[in-house]
């Protein structure tokens, strides 16, 4: 598979969860309504292609993981946003979302995280994890990613 290089802008490709992401860390919830509202149902299950470096004080310069490759608008909002009503509103259009697999480690390869994963891991609010629990179900904390681990570890 190939993946637009970081030069190209999500907004060229029509990367939901990319544009999602922009939108977040620049603190315009505005616009990542706008990007919700704007999407359809398939453009929210889509992963991302972007590889965009995430940039992040905790993560080592050149280890940082990709901003959304291979993640969903639904994983994105879990680990970015912290706006419950544009979670659970995104959750009621695209319920299935919650059980997208997607990401890639910052190596390369394929993470298979379900958006509960990066809620645990990416220290989401409580009420992010709550949400989610309530609306997916307590099996979600079973599912192991690629790597066997389980959202609590």
Do not use: F
Not at 102 to 126: D, F, K, R
Request: net charge negative; proline share 5%.
């Amino acid at each position: 598979m190939s993946s637009p290089r970081a030069s190209v802008s999500p907004a060229e490709h029509g990367d939901v969860a990319a544009r999602l992401y922009q939108a977040l860390h620049a603190q315009n919830v505005d616009a990542a309504i706008q990007c919700i509202a704007e999407a359809s149902d398939s453009d929210i299950l889509e992963p991302s292609s972007w590889e965009q470096r995430q940039t992040a004080s905790r993560v080592a310069k050149g280890d940082a993981p990709y901003a959304t490759r291979g993640l969903t608008a639904m994983h994105v909002l879990v680990r970015d946003c912290t706006h419950l009503n544009i979670i659970k509103q995104t959750i009621e259009r695209a319920p299935s979302g919650l059980q997208a697999r997607g990401g890639y480690y910052s190596n390369g390869t394929a993470c298979a995280a379900i958006p509960m994963h990066l809620a645990a891991q990416e220290s989401s609010s409580v009420d992010v994890v709550r949400l989610l629990l309530e609306t997916g179900g307590a099996e979600q904390l079973q599912v192991k990613n690629q790597s066997g681990s389980l959202p609590m570890h």
